[in-house]
């Protein structure tokens, strides 16, 4: 299937702990989005890389690394999590010339 | 005040009925997005629009770009219709702000 692809659906972690959600997309697209929606439900961009380039970092703590080992990937690493991170974080991908994007299912991390 | 503002934020209606989501927006835009978000999260892209109307099934969008303002409207709508639906802008290329979504639920 054509699809993006973020793994895992659901994490459950402690303060504290470091870890990593992966994204990948077949689509082809040359641009890739980490966004992430609070527990308000509202969506925010947090960064996107063009050909494994990052264009935007949306003043994220640093704590957020995200990593594009080829422009059909873009992982997400959290190190030293903390309460606050607990959210939904949505991967998608686009053409950058065109403006249609394709939003992977989300993954639901929980810090306890 | 966001730069992306929805009304209403909740609606509840009637099978049947003929629904309408604004969006206003403060920013200057290269396109317009309206996306749909079910209770099992995820999301769904309906419309893209940088001008005019576009039609998909029982789904209409239009925007007005002078005014900044879009709608959606939803025609005979169903239970299966119950969703957040989102409005989103591309100020750019590189990223999408969000307005903060209308939960609509539709009764039988």
């Known amino acids: 299937d054509t699809a993006v692809s973020q793994t895992p659906k659901y994490l459950v972690t402690q303060m504290g702990n470091d870890k990593s959600i992966k994204c990948e997309q077949n689509l082809g697209h040359d641009t890739m989005y980490w966004y992430k929606q609070d527990s308000k439900k509202f969506l925010k961009i947090m960064f996107s890389?063009?050909?494994?380039?990052?264009?935007i970092n949306e003043t994220v703590p640093n704590r957020f690394s995200p990593k594009s080992p080829d422009k059909a990937h873009l992982n997400l690493h959290i190190n030293s999590l903390e309460l606050g991170d607990s959210a939904v974080y949505f991967c998608a991908s686009s053409f950058r010339s065109n403006y249609g994007y394709t939003f992977g299912s989300g993954t639901r991390l929980t810090v306890v | 005040k966001n730069e992306v503002e929805q009304s209403p934020q909740n609606l509840t209606a009637q099978e049947g009925e003929f629904i309408t989501i604004n969006c206003s927006y403060s920013?200057?835009?290269?396109?317009l997005h309206w996306l749909q978000q079910h209770p099992g999260g995820g999301i769904v892209s309906l419309f893209m629009?940088?001008?005019g109307k576009k039609k998909h099934g029982r789904l209409i969008a239009t925007i007005n770009i002078q005014e900044k303002h879009s709608s959606l409207h939803i025609t005979a709508s169903h239970p299966r219709d119950s969703a957040v639906y989102i409005c989103a802008v591309s100020p750019s290329t590189d990223k999408l702000i969000f307005g903060t979504g209308t939960r609509l639920q539709v009764f039988p």
């Open positions: 920013v200057g835009i290269s396109a």
């Open positions: 890389y063009n050909n494994k380039e990052l264009i």
């Open positions: 629009l940088s001008s």
